[in-house]
């Protein structure tokens, strides 16, 4: 639960033998079309695709989303 943005999600990268960490939120313009799925119970899974950059200054990850 986020007190400041009820559609928060927070992207968690899980590192096999190390645990979960998180690595920032999903953009708060898509957060708001996909928290309503999440909380209806559904899942989503999101696959790492590319870490965007200027040069070699990492700025964000691009990731995929899959509805199971």
């Known amino acids: 639960y986020n007190p400041y943005d009820a559609n928060a999600i927070a992207v968690i990268a899980s590192v096999e033998g190390k645990g979960g960490y998180q690595i920032g939120y999903v953009p708060k313009h898509l957060a708001k079309l996909i928290a309503p799925i999440m909380d209806a119970g ?23 989303l899959k509805l199971t």
């Open 42 to 64: 559904r899942t989503i899974e999101a696959f790492f695709q590319e870490v965007t950059g200027i040069r070699g200054r990492s700025l964000g990850v691009q990731f995929g």
